[in-house]
């Protein structure tokens, strides 16, 4: 039996397929390779740099480019072959005069020299080019792929073009996830990469880089006049305006909302400056018209320099917001600069600080209440009265008091979910309390924000924690500052008139301090007004303070009110308040902040409340049972 040849049985062709499957199969491999490739990039600009070198590579290709003027990206790479060929010039016959003819194609299409555009480009011999279009969500074009190669005798084919349509789907996916669809700015996400992964190269190198951050100062005021449409207008424009003086190497992002940021590599704050002052100059320009009406949008900048000869107490990019804060809180349409020795810099970088342990302690319930006397200066057998304070337990366990947390608390729009906790958490307190329940003149003071005054849900919230507890509304006092009565103040009298009709009391709170007080009292529906602390301190030295505290019980007796002065914590001072005439008083000479179970236990034990001159009263915090 002759011996056979290792060929004798495979059937004709069979090479060619073993071919075609061993090409299929290193193009899966590079398709699954590329995933894990892109994972390791930190943003959109690197996948996409990835994305053409992986494409250009695996086709051997002479250059490539990627084009899309709308997101602000242009990548292209380039071999020796196009050394003196004009590429900025060949690019932009691309998008002007080859890119409109092939829109609407469905797939990529192998273009050969006699199809290229005419010009002084460089393509003196022939060359074969694999060109397609790149599209949005929304299936329109926005810029172009190409790829190029001199014509070798061996023309690209079907396998080419399925190739760069699989590099085309993840380039937009890719366009997608990392560029604003609106501006076609740089995302929040990869601008932070971005930035994280220059420091990081950098870390060591005595290297300068500045950022800028900007806020559009009248954004909101075109949106709420001519709607969404013209709001997203203006952030279109600014975005082109601001790109326009924008250093080579840079980057541009928009953060959230009207927020953008720019990152200057290898410049200093010099000229970080001089780029945040060309774009707010040429923000003046940015006039919002539609018929007879017309808004001037003007920006805010801040800038910080970043280097490895300082260090920055929080993120470069956030330090760069609170120095455009500080720019809209003079006026907008300046810029302003981070100074470290800047106090009102250094509160809002506190601020944001103790934001993130204010989110924590409301969603691990780490605050508590505690309950201050409110003492009768007239009457020794006076009915008890008392203020709900809040505290808020810090990361290492110290208690943090209200001026620690609120101005946080305040930026940040938190006051209504810590206003309506101190509500709740009041009445699960009195809850199992019943003989407390009977002592009907015993009263309670809680303080509410300006910002939760502004908002009606909170309005229906307040009255039915009200109406569903056993406590009668008249033992209800809510302190409401003068500031905030005075900018809320439509809504605050409101709110009042509506708590007063089921019997509750209102106080307005550090009453005095504005210049105006007296004259949007007689508006205020208020029972008792507390006077503000800085004239009650040194009532018994200063004559001036006197003079104010002396005034303001005096309108109240015209006005049938009460008087409350805190502060009070000197036997002068006390002495002189009721010289004055003040009904009450509050303040560590009377009385200190307890846990508001403990108060109440002694409520419910003795008839009265404890007057706490030390930590004489320490039971149990436990809720009742």
């Excluded at 020299?113 to 080019?129: E, I, S």
């Excluded at 810029?143 to 070798?152: E, I, K, P, Y």
Aim: aromatic fraction near 6%; glycine fraction near 6%.
């Amino acid at each position: 039996m002759p011996e056979l040849s290792p060929n004798t049985n495979v059937p004709p062709g069979t090479d060619s397929l073993r071919i075609a499957l061993s090409d299929a199969q290193r193009e899966l491999d590079l398709i699954y390779g590329l995933e894990r490739k892109l994972v390791r990039e930190t943003h959109g600009q690197a996948r996409l740099s990835r994305l053409l070198r992986e494409l250009t590579r695996h086709l051997g290709m002479s250059y490539s480019v990627l084009l899309i003027p709308s997101r602000r990206i242009r990548i292209r790479l380039a071999n020796r072959q196009w050394k003196g060929i004009d590429k900025a010039a060949f690019d932009q016959q691309l998008l002007r005069e080859v890119l409109p003819k092939f829109a609407n194609v469905d797939k990529p299409v192998v273009l050969q020299r006699k199809d290229l555009p005419r010009g002084a480009v460089g393509l003196d011999k022939p060359w074969q080019m694999l060109l397609a279009p790149v599209r949005d969500e929304h299936e329109q074009p926005i810029g172009v792929l190409v790829t190029a190669c001199q014509v070798d005798g061996h023309p690209l084919g079907v396998e080419a073009e399925r190739l760069l349509a699989h590099f085309v789907r993840l380039m937009t996916r890719v366009v997608s996830e990392s560029f604003d669809r609106l501006t076609g700015l740089m995302r929040h996400r990869d601008f932070l990469a971005v930035l994280d992964q220059l420091t990081e190269e950098e870390h060591d190198v005595d290297v300068d880089h500045c950022i800028v951050h900007f806020d559009i100062d009248q954004f909101e005021a075109v949106a709420d006049k001519f709607g969404t449409r013209a709001g997203e207008e203006v952030l279109e424009r600014f975005a082109r305006l601001a790109s326009g003086p924008l250093p080579g190497g840079a980057s541009l992002s928009r953060i959230e909302g009207d927020r953008f940021a720019a990152l200057l590599r290898h410049r200093d704050l010099n000229a970080g400056l001089a780029y945040a002052e060309a774009v707010r100059a040429e923000c003046q320009k940015l006039v919002y018209v539609r018929g007879e009406t017309s808004v001037a949008v003007t920006v805010s900048a801040g800038v910080v320099e970043i280097n490895d000869r300082d260090t920055l107490s929080e993120h470069p990019l956030t330090v760069a917001r609170m120095a455009c804060s500080k720019a809209s809180d003079h006026g907008g349409d300046r810029v302003e600069c981070y100074d470290p020795h800047d106090k009102s810099i250094v509160r809002r970088v506190d601020n944001l600080q103790v934001f993130a342990q204010l989110q924590d302690a409301i969603n691990q319930d780490s605050f508590v209440l505690d309950a201050q006397p409110i003492k009768s200066l007239i009457d020794d057998n006076a009915p008890p009265h008392m203020e709900i304070l809040l505290r808020m337990t810090g990361p290492s366990g110290d208690v943090l008091l209200p001026e620690q947390f609120f101005s946080a608390a305040e930026q940040y729009q938190l006051m209504p979910r810590l206003d309506r906790y101190v509500i709740s958490r009041f009445f699960q307190t009195l809850n199992g309390f019943d003989d407390l329940l009977g002592l009907s003149d015993a009263s309670f003071a809680i303080n509410l924000s300006g910002q939760s005054l502004g908002e009606p849900t909170f309005h229906d919230f307040v009255r039915q924690q009200v109406l569903e507890s056993q406590l009668s509304p008249s033992q209800l006092c809510f302190e409401i500052t003068e500031t905030a009565a005075i900018a809320n103040r439509d809504s605050a009298i409101a709110f009042m008139k509506m708590m007063r009709e089921l019997g509750c009391k209102f106080a307005l709170d550090d009453f005095g301090a504005g210049l105006s007080s007296f004259a949007y009292l007689r508006d205020m529906p208020v029972d008792v007004l507390k006077i503000d602390g800085s004239f009650v301190r040194d009532l018994d030295v200063n004559k001036v303070s006197e003079s104010m505290v002396a005034a303001v019980a005096q309108v109240a007796r015209v006005m049938e009110l009460k008087t409350v002065a805190e502060f009070v914590e000197s036997p002068g001072v006390l002495a002189g308040l009721k010289r004055l005439g003040v009904d009450y008083g509050q303040g560590f000479l009377l009385g200190k902040p307890l846990p508001l179970i403990e108060q109440i236990r002694a409520l419910v034990d003795t008839g009265s409340y404890a007057v706490a001159t030390g930590a004489t009263l320490r039971t149990s915090t436990a809720a009742p049972h």
